[in-house]
């Protein structure tokens, strides 16, 4: 037989692979895979004792200003003109409370 060739026999019965009947069958452990970390969203509790930024500073003045507590709207419209300086949104919310402030005394 030439060399290339590769000779098979047919004959022979090929058995299953066998385990002995004392052994048990291993388990395989699957650690569940790792979950990726996750950033804090705005409305998660650690939001709440993070210092609020200028979205939320107005947001909280606004909601004042609806409930005409015009003192807290005010603070709360400052704070968020403080985060940025110049803001033309600040500065309107800012004066349209104080007019009513000095319209109310």
Do not use: H
């Not at 047919?10 to 979950?35: G, K, R, Y």
């Not at 993070?50 to 409930?67: E, S, V, W």
């Amino acid at each position: 037989m030439p060399e290339s060739e590769v000779s098979i026999n047919t004959e022979q019965e090929l058995s299953p692979i066998q385990t002995p009947a004392s052994s048990p069958t291993p388990e395989v452990a699957v650690s569940p895979s790792p979950t990726p970390p996750v950033s804090p969203r705005p409305n998660t509790a650690s939001s709440l004792t993070a210092k609020p930024d200028y979205t939320q500073y107005m947001r909280i003045g606004y909601a004042a200003f609806d409930q005409g507590d015009y003192q807290t709207a005010l603070i709360n419209f400052k704070r968020a003109l403080n985060e940025r300086p110049g803001d033309m949104y600040a500065t309107k919310a800012i004066a349209n409370t104080e007019a009513i402030i000095s319209r109310n005394r």
